[in-house]
């Protein structure tokens, strides 16, 4: 079935340093692979994307790659602020437009001043 | 804030009973999605609507059921309450476009469900 699998579970870096989340997605017609930011008491809010056709998206301090062949996907978080703690979570659909999210098990990132 | 509306925050009751949550999509977004996010499961998805219709399911319980009306609002019907279903339940709605971006699926707040 599909399945998503996320590392690590949970990931504490000092304020400054860089933070990787790594995923691994089952579907191979997975084509549309988003990453969510939640807070405490919050829902997950969107931080980046990527589409298959795209081996790697930057949004200022967040990039996140794609190798398509090894079915990876992962979050680079650099230079990192306390304001970037938070639970977060990859996920994956076969159809970017209109298909549910599978879902990983989200990575506890911690930055300490 | 996303522009998804969730109704209530939170919810108390007790086994067996049956509860409704209501979800706003933002606007101009036709399709509603329904994800469970409990500590032992995270976050699974549950159920789809487009534009008033079904359009996929999930892992979802036979005592659970959803429908999404003509102004597009959405309740998701729990029944028969378990102490299991205690949960975060959380809306997300799209545009479902082909455009670049209409994919994007925003989550409202959640519901907090706690059955005793």
């Known amino acids: 079935g599909e399945n998503v699998e996320q590392h690590p579970s949970t990931l504490s870096v000092q304020e400054g340093d860089s933070a990787v989340i790594k995923c691994t997605y089952s579907?191979?017609?997975?084509?549309?692979f988003p990453w969510y930011k939640q807070e405490l008491g919050k829902g997950p809010q969107l931080i980046i994307d990527?589409?298959?056709?795209?081996g790697e998206k930057k949004d200022q301090r967040i990039a996140v790659t794609l190798n398509k062949t090894a079915k990876h996907f992962s979050l680079h978080i650099t230079e990192t602020q306390p304001e970037d703690s938070a639970v977060y979570f990859c996920a994956a659909s076969k159809s970017y437009n209109t298909d549910k999210l599978i879902f990983g098990t989200g990575t506890r990132l911690q930055v300490f001043p | 804030d996303s522009g998804v509306t969730q109704t209530p925050k939170h919810l108390i009751t007790a086994t067996g009973q049956r509860v409704t949550l209501r979800c706003s999509p933002r606007?101009?977004?036709?399709?509603v999605y329904w994800y469970q996010q409990s500590l032992d499961q995270g976050l699974q998805f549950l159920i789809q609507y487009y534009n008033g219709e079904e359009r996929a399911k999930g892992n979802i319980l036979e005592r659970f059921s959803a429908q999404q009306f003509p102004d597009l609002h959405s309740e998701l019907n729990l029944s028969s309450l378990e102490l299991g279903d205690s949960a975060l339940y959380f809306c997300a709605s799209s545009v479902a476009g082909l455009a670049v971006g209409q994919e994007t699926q925003y989550f409202g707040p959640g519901t907090r469900l706690l059955v005793l």
């Open positions: 990527i589409r298959s056709n795209v």
């Open positions: 579907d191979s017609a997975s084509n549309y």
């Open positions: 606007s101009g977004d036709l399709s």
